[in-house]
């Protein structure tokens, strides 16, 4: 078996864009399925300890419910990753106003994000890896966001079953720039996730109002239900009566990593399903990590097989933090002309006896 990486057709987009699926496999037998429409991974073939390949990750068999209400399953995230709150803030002196898309808030990058646009796609092969490039050039006022933002995100797939991600951006105007991945795992490949295991490195995360907008403070985890500093159930404290977890309808914050340098690739998160033996490794250059429990999926979206059922999945974003161009206490995510936004994710997995 052979690094590679096939190229097949994916329907279209509505104005009638021809849209790609591209495979990529590994010589360990981890296959990875991206499509040029918002740079989504459809699919995330990884083995048990026995072998077995599983897909675990969710997803569509075709395009068409990606460009309806789809819950940004595996998507490229941008302009902004997360919420901005009501849409609005200050930047030189004016006032931005973006597209309100999650009640009274910004989100995601607005109604049509990153993840619903169509991307330039480039097939990558090397000796050790395979990859796929993917560019595209978000003009200025898309969605209220000023400056013509060119963007590059690569995929990046190795022997050692690990997934890279690089991001790339520069602007020609001052802008908010915070990109992520928005995959959904379930290392089983069904049922639900709260019997994962997951442990996160952060001592501190934002907590957030009832719009899921953050108060401000880096609040302690430890003593509530949001210390995964130890390997800790999903479902352990899920339903404990807290003030973060009803205002989240569960676990949807931001996580504030434990950091040396600034920059430096560090492990964030590590994710175990003890029954199949599978486990995720999230390294990454980013502040922070939303961790996401799946608290809207219903059972009315279904796909590859699945249904995708209340907490039946979660989402790790490796990001800044939310709100942050309101917050002038939180990480920088401003992009200015000639600066370059450059970061870094990986995704290993391996597995335990």
């Not at 009832?210 to 390997?231: C, H, M, W």
């Not at 399903?273 to 502040?287: F, H, K, M």
């Not at 059972?299 to 590859?304: E, I, R």
Request: aromatic fraction near 10%.
């Amino acid at each position: 078996m052979e690094l590679s990486i096939e190229q097949e057709p994916f329907g279209q987009a509505p104005d009638g864009t021809p849209l790609s699926l591209y495979t990529l496999r590994n010589r360990s037998g981890m296959i990875v399925k991206i499509t040029n429409l918002g740079g989504i991974i459809t699919e995330l073939h990884v083995p048990d300890r026995q072998g077995n390949l599983a897909d675990v990750t969710f997803g569509f068999d075709t395009p068409e419910p990606y460009f309806g209400d789809s819950p940004y399953f595996g998507a490229l995230i941008g302009r902004y990753g997360n919420r901005i709150a009501g849409g609005r803030f200050q930047l030189d002196g004016r006032t931005v106003q973006l597209d309100v898309n999650n009640g009274p808030n910004h989100l995601h990058g607005g109604s049509k994000g990153f993840d619903k646009v169509v991307w330039h796609a480039v097939p990558m092969v090397a000796d050790l890896s395979i990859g796929l490039k993917l560019t595209y050039t978000s003009p200025d006022g898309e969605q209220g966001y000023p400056g013509n933002l060119e963007v590059t995100v690569t995929y990046e797939l190795n022997d050692a079953n690990e997934l890279l991600v690089k991001y790339h951006a520069t602007t020609d105007q001052a802008t908010p720039v915070n990109l992520t991945q928005h995959a959904y795992f379930n290392l089983a490949g069904k049922g639900t996730v709260l019997d994962h295991e997951l442990q996160i490195n952060a001592d501190r995360y934002t907590p957030i109002d009832e719009n899921s907008i953050p108060l401000g403070q880096l609040a302690p985890v430890e003593y509530t239900p949001f210390d995964f500093r130890k390997p800790r159930r999903i479902g352990q404290a899920i339903e404990a009566d807290d003030a973060q977890l009803k205002n989240g309808l569960g676990y949807d914050h931001n996580f504030v990593l434990n950091k040396g340098e600034s920059n430096v690739l560090g492990l964030a998160a590590v994710l175990r399903d003890p029954g199949s033996g599978r486990v995720l490794e999230l390294y990454t250059q980013e502040p922070g990590l939303q961790f996401y429990s799946g608290n809207f999926l219903d059972g009315t979206l279904a796909g590859k097989g699945w249904t995708y059922e209340h907490r039946s999945a979660i989402c790790l974003e490796p990001q800044h933090f939310p709100d942050s161009p309101n917050r002038p206490e939180f990480p920088n995510t401003i992009l200015r002309p000639g600066e370059t936004y450059s970061t870094r994710s990986l995704y290993r997995f391996t597995t335990q006896a």
